[in-house]
């Protein structure tokens, strides 16, 4: 259903701390931006989806198991400096996209209170809120782009629901 689709996607930054460091997911996460069907959506991967490259080629010798070891533990800020060094950002495909954006859209189908009712945030938070409109925006985004595509988003939503 979505190998037709022509999209571009980008990597814009690495992370910049760890989560141990901030609550912030914009920081520890590496940002992507996909362009489809003229509309543009920020996306973000978090350390864990970065993969092993040739450490060996930093004057690193780690294996492979020492480097998923690494990647789930608190490093100190030069070794999470050489974890990024020695890992490669995954690149997102249009379906991980989709599937966030399907999550994001539920926003404008319902009101905030019943939103942070459904994704377990805090109606009396101002964070909350501007996340509720940052999806409301999204999701207008990404039915402009189906709607383009002529793509039945219950078909889509069936497409991916084991995703």
């Known amino acids: 259903m979505l190998n037709k689709v022509k999209y571009e996607v980008k990597h814009v930054c690495d992370p910049i701390k760890q989560s141990h460091e901030t609550n912030d997911f914009q920081l520890t996460s590496d940002k992507w931006l996909f362009i489809v069907e003229g509309e543009t959506f920020d996306f973000y991967t978090g350390v864990g989806h970065r993969e092993f490259n040739n450490l060996k080629s930093y004057g690193v010798n780690w294996d492979k198991r020492t480097f998923n070891d690494l990647k789930y533990k608190k490093l100190t800020s030069e070794g999470f400096k050489k974890f990024l ?52 925006e999204n999701g207008n985004k990404f039915y402009k782009v189906i709607n383009k595509l002529k793509i039945d988003i219950e078909k889509l939503k069936e497409h991916l629901q084991d995703y």
């Not at 999550?103 to 909350?128: P, R, V």
């Open 85 to 136: 060094k020695c890992s490669n950002p995954k690149k997102p495909t249009i379906k991980d996209l989709f599937y966030s954006l399907i999550l994001d859209s539920e926003a404008c189908n319902m009101s905030f209170n019943d939103w942070c009712c459904n994704f377990g945030y805090d109606s009396d938070s101002l964070k909350a809120q501007q996340l509720y409109f940052a999806c409301q």
